[in-house]
């Protein structure tokens, strides 16, 4: 009995439908940080730490501990015990974001 067999895959069409998902995972973390900032319930006093808390949230940023600063002008350099600094980095997500908005700027400076 002939069973149906599989279609081979189609690779290049898979990474394509692989790239959208994450694009529009990204698209979402992007909004819901967008829409989290806008809707705060004191926008007038967000600062700097609120909105990094709200862009951990959204998986924009992560935190990450080091052995060492990333630089004397990171914040990181006054944080942390001897030979241990919590900093924030940015995740895929925020730096596919950037990579992204720099293309843009590129093709409109061309
Ligand atoms: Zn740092």
Same mark, same amino acid.
């Given at each position: 009995m002939n069973m149906?067999q599989p279609?081979?895959?189609?690779? %290049?069409g898979? !990474? =394509? @439908? ?9 698209l979402?973390?992007?909004q %819901?940080?967008? !829409? =989290? @900032?806008v ?7 967000l600062v700097r730490?609120d ?10 940023l ?5 052995v060492?600063?990333?630089?004397e002008?990171?914040?990181c350099a006054d944080?942390g015990?001897?030979?241990q600094v ?5 995740t895929s997500?925020l730096?596919r974001a950037?990579?992204?908005v720099?293309?843009a700027d590129d093709r409109?400076?061309?």
């Open positions: 149906p279609l081979p895959p189609d690779e %290049a898979l !990474l =394509a @439908v692989v790239d959208t998902v994450l694009a529009a995972r990204d979402f973390a992007l %819901a940080f967008a !829409l =989290a @900032v809707e705060y319930d004191d926008s007038s006093n730490g909105l990094q808390d709200i862009a951990m949230a959204c998986g924009l992560k935190q990450v501990t080091k060492a600063p990333c630089g002008n990171c914040y944080t015990l001897e030979g919590e900093c924030l980095e940015d997500v730096k950037w990579i992204a720099k293309e409109s400076t061309q």
